[in-house]
């Protein structure tokens, strides 16, 4: 995982993020042991519910400026 990302957290933790941090399903499924398929279905559904911005770059990133 590159320098700076954040690090995994205690199981059933909430992890704060800052706006802009890049969430890759890559290093998702790693670090919580699922397919990249099932991490990809979860991002889609948080980027339908406007918890994620989907950008034009590989991967998405947290959108919490709007106050969410």
Do not use: F, I, N
């Not at 802009?20 to 499924?29: F, G, I, K, N, V």
């Amino acid at each position: 995982m590159p320098t700076g990302w954040p690090t995994a957290a205690a199981p059933g933790a909430v992890r704060k993020l800052a706006p802009d941090t890049p969430m890759r399903e890559e290093a998702l499924s790693h670090e919580h042991g699922l397919s990249r398929h099932t991490v990809r279905r979860a991002l889609e559904r948080l980027v339908a519910q406007r918890l994620l911005v989907s950008r034009a770059v590989p991967g998405c990133a947290s959108d919490l400026v709007r106050g969410r």
